[in-house]
């Protein structure tokens, strides 16, 4: 996936590049010089993984129950930085099934890309890499510190250690995922409230 940078993240990319190049044994830069084959490789490396990882789709960047309104024809344009998508409760509400065709949505059951009414999505949405949290930008950058050294770099034994830290990286992202989501077996939905038995409280009545 070939892009243009954009001059609002490049120090963060930048210090990524830099880490990516020093696991391979290469001198950091100061700049960008996409004259140069190598790094303009890492660079879209770097945001190839980035958009790898954001597709998993976690608390940060997923939206559950998010309204998108038609436009004036009716159609249904996702916004470029949109990931994955799906109509909320569509595992229980089977009136709508929707998939992407020339460009905007198309609703598979009714068979028309036509809209009366405003439909509720779950997004996954893709955000540039210096606003995503720090442990998940650690993670990219040492997952794709590791496909750059399986593919410049003939050495197993690099390939190894770089996994490891990438593990580590994401056992650090699933910790942040379960302290930030509020997960729960329970099921409750979003504005909801739910207090699970408190024992002091019972004391506290006695």
């Known amino acids: 996936m070939t892009s243009t940078p954009s001059t609002t993240t490049l120090d963060t990319e930048l210090s990524a590049v830099n880490t990516i190049l020093g696991s391979i044994g290469q001198s950091p830069i100061t700049a960008f010089d996409f004259d140069n084959p190598e790094q303009l490789y890492i660079f879209n490396l770097l945001r190839e993984v980035n958009v790898d990882v954001q597709n998993e789709g976690w608390h940060f960047n997923t939206e559950n129950n998010y309204t998108l309104s038609p436009d004036v024809n009716g159609y249904f344009l996702l916004p470029n930085n949109v990931l994955r998508y799906d109509v909320a409760d569509g595992q229980d509400k089977r009136t709508t099934d929707v998939v992407v065709r020339n460009g905007r949505l198309y609703d598979k059951i009714k068979h028309t890309d036509i809209f009366t009414s405003n439909l509720d999505l779950d997004i996954v949405w ?14 990219i950058t040492y997952r794709a510190a590791g496909r750059a050294a399986t593919q410049l770099v003939a050495n197993s034994e690099l390939v190894k250690l770089l996994g490891i830290q990438e593990s580590q990286a994401r056992a650090a992202c699933l910790e942040y995922e379960c302290n930030m989501g509020d997960h729960t077996f329970f099921g409750w939905p979003d504005e909801s409230t739910y207090h699970s038995y408190r024992p002091y409280r019972a004391l506290r009545r006695s």
Not at 126 to 139: A, G, H, M, T
């Open 126 to 139: 893709l955000f540039d890499f210096n606003d995503i949290p720090s442990v998940f930008q650690r993670y």
